[in-house]
């Protein structure tokens, strides 16, 4: 499971090992839609981006 989570670029490495345990007790209907989130996000990052550097990320 945390291959595919660090093939999807989420920085696991980074976690604690706490986090790290909840991560590998998701069923895989809930990776999917984490690593679903995790596309979308991405998707959108210029985006998001964009309104962090316009509103100093007030609003994020």
């Known amino acids: 499971m945390s291959a595919a989570l660090y093939e999807a670029g989420l920085p696991v490495d980074l976690l604690s090992e706490e986090q790290r345990q909840v991560l590998s007790e ?26 962090g550097e316009i509103a100093g990320g007030a609003l994020f």
Do not use: Y
């Not at 998701?26 to 309104?51: F, G, N």
């Open 26 to 51: 998701l069923t895989p209907a809930e990776l999917a839609v984490l690593l679903d989130i995790k596309s979308r996000l991405d998707a959108v990052e210029p985006e998001v981006r964009a309104h």
